[in-house]
């Protein structure tokens, strides 16, 4: 059973760092790509980062360009991202997702319904 787990969220200023983390189960982590979305209340899904199954490429969102940073360790099976000049409108739930067909064009990264499966998220808070 596919499984995605998030944690590392959490209150945070603005100015700020955070590493979120995913842990993944059930599946062959290295043989797909992976990516990071965030929602806010009220409002869907919004794809901010991807990455291929070997880690060597990296897309971003242009909203988060230069601040984020996704990675990830095939033999941990984990998934990271790099939050850094955190800012009030990073506020969001934080999730991970698999993409259902292995590795992805950047514009198939973008689109969150290409994804099979998402975890349950981790908050991040940004605020003095």
């Known amino acids: 059973q596919v499984h995605l787990v998030e944690s590392g969220g959490g209150l945070a200023q603005p100015g700020g760092s955070l590493r979120l983390s995913c842990a993944a189960s059930?599946?062959?982590?290295?043989?797909?790509?992976m990516s990071w979305g965030r929602q806010v209340p009220g409002k869907g899904l919004e794809w901010v980062a991807g990455i291929l199954s070997d880690g060597t490429s990296t897309y971003y969102a242009d909203s988060v360009k230069g601040r984020f940073t996704i990675t990830r360790d095939n033999a941990e099976k984990t998934l990271y991202l790099d939050i850094n000049s955190l800012k009030p409108a990073d506020t969001a739930l934080y999730f991970c997702?698999?993409?259902?067909?292995?590795?992805?064009?950047?514009?198939?990264?973008?689109?969150?319904?290409?994804?099979?499966?998402w975890g349950r998220g981790t908050q991040v808070t940004v605020s003095s």
């Open positions: 997702g698999r993409f259902r067909w292995g590795d992805f064009t950047r514009v198939q990264a973008m689109d969150v319904t290409l994804y099979d499966t």
């Open positions: 059930g599946f062959t982590f290295r043989n797909y790509g």
